[in-house]
């Protein structure tokens, strides 16, 4: 039998054996298929498999088995416990993934509504790149549902609904059990970009959206070995059909070398996140009791304006969070120099520690009051809270502030 159709009752189980197909070859863990093409045993055979006729691999842009078990994988754990068959597309970056689901999915003269609290990739993607091809953005306030509902009442040109949530870099939050009924009402495509929570903390399908992306750069590959994104979606005959064509047209595959890092990072995804979140509440009460600390914004702290949708929709709030530095951008360059052992990089979802300062690094070139719009204070750091010790994260955070 294999192993795909077993059920997991656990969710631990599922990421550690989950869409694991027997090797021919009897190998414990599927092996890097560093193949471009795939032999035929005829031409026969091979009419057969371009014509659909037999399944079977053709070219690695197309499919490969390493990234196929990583995509199977993946589409189980954000349908676990939900009995929905799921089907996962593997790309080489969280962006390919967005930009395939845009592409497929929506056609000149349309409109994609959205959070104004988004990754910045994706918010460039919205507004940039779509216009020129008769995709427009509508950007408002989602976390107000009748601002919600009064824009897609407003254009029957929006088509699309998409989320981020926890969004970055504000890890604002929204309403996806609400957003979705308002989505369905009006008939939109609803999509729901999962990284920062992963299928561990929130399974966006569970309230009805009809696409799931991830950057599995992040939390799921967990190492920060690898660039890589999925998109998942739930109408099978779509995704197998029109966005699987898309995709291959796209030329966003993933390789199966990262596909490899990727499975074998989500076997311990339960066991990171429970440390990562763990962790994430300790250092939120620390700072939030610290002299050098202004404002700490963490979706686990009850005074945070999005506790209640954390609670609501989320296992548990998370492992990011960003906090106020009372002293402004001249604290924050000193604060970064001083960390020992939490490590001063962009990215997140890693087992280390990492802060980033907006103001002096990936925000630098933004003008002061346009970040200030979004949040980004000078003194603004942002953490993923890693799987280290608590008791070392703490003295570095304590020495450095
Ligand atoms: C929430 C979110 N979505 C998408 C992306 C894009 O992913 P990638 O860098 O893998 O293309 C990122 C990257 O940071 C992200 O944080």
Redesign the pocket.
Known sequence: MSEKTIHYSGFGSAAVHGGHTKDPNSAHLVPIYASSTYVFDSAEQGMRRFSGKEDGYIYSRWGNPTSNEAEEKIAGLEGHGLNLPLRGIMHS????A?STLMLATLKSGDKVLSHFSL?G??EELINKVLPPLGIEPVIGDLRDLNLAEDLMKADPAIKMLYL?TP??PTIQCVDLEELVKLGKKYNLIIAC?N??ATPYLQQPFRFGVDFV?H????FLNGHGTA???VLIGKDLELMNGHVTKIHRLLGGNSNPFDSFLLINGIKTLELRMERHCHNAVEVANFLDGHESVGHVNYNGLPSHPDHYLSVKQMRHPGAMLSFELKGGLQAGIAFMDKLNMCIRTV??GTCDTLLSHPASMTHYSVPQEARLKYGITDGLIRMNVGIENITDILADLDQAL
């Open positions: 970056s969280g962006m390919a967005i990754y990739g994706t981020e969004a970055n970009d990284t920062f992306v950057s599995t750069t992040k660039i890589g994104g990215s997140l």
